[in-house]
């Protein structure tokens, strides 16, 4: 059973930082598409930003375009995101989700694997 494992959340200042972990065991890393999502209460689910483990490129929505970073350690099977200058709506529950990807990467795509979730709280 493939295992998504998300770490790094908490509670922090608005403008601050933050870096999410997303440990993925028992499936190759080689050509995963991974991305993060995040749901608030009240709000669905929402697909911020993915990266293709076979080459590294990213995509970002709008709101968190210029502030978080979506990154990859291939040695330590992990994906991060970096999330600066962090805002009250950014709050939310973050879920990482992984598939099988020989080349495409989109939030909307159907992902089988997911974290249990971390959780951040930006207060302002």
């Known amino acids: 059973q493939v295992q998504v494992v998300e770490s790094g959340g908490g509670s922090v200042e608005a403008g601050g930082s933050l870096r999410l972990s997303c440990a993925i065991s028992?499936?190759?890393?080689?050509?995963?598409?991974v991305a993060w999502f995040r749901q608030s209460p009240g709000k669905e689910r929402e697909g911020i930003a993915t990266?293709?483990?076979?080459?590294?490129?990213?995509s970002y929505i709008d709101s968190v375009k210029d502030r978080f970073i979506i990154s990859r350690n291939n040695a330590r099977r992990t994906v991060y995101l970096q999330m600066n200058s962090l805002k009250a709506e950014d709050s939310a529950m973050y879920y990482c989700?992984?598939?099988?990807?020989?080349?495409?990467?989109?939030?909307?795509?159907?992902?089988?694997?997911w974290g249990q979730g971390t959780q951040v709280l930006v207060s302002s």
């Open positions: 028992r499936v190759s890393f080689a050509s995963l598409c």
């Open positions: 990266l293709h483990t076979d080459g590294g490129a990213t």
């Open positions: 989700a992984t598939r099988g990807s020989p080349r495409s990467c989109s939030v909307s795509d159907d992902f089988p694997w």
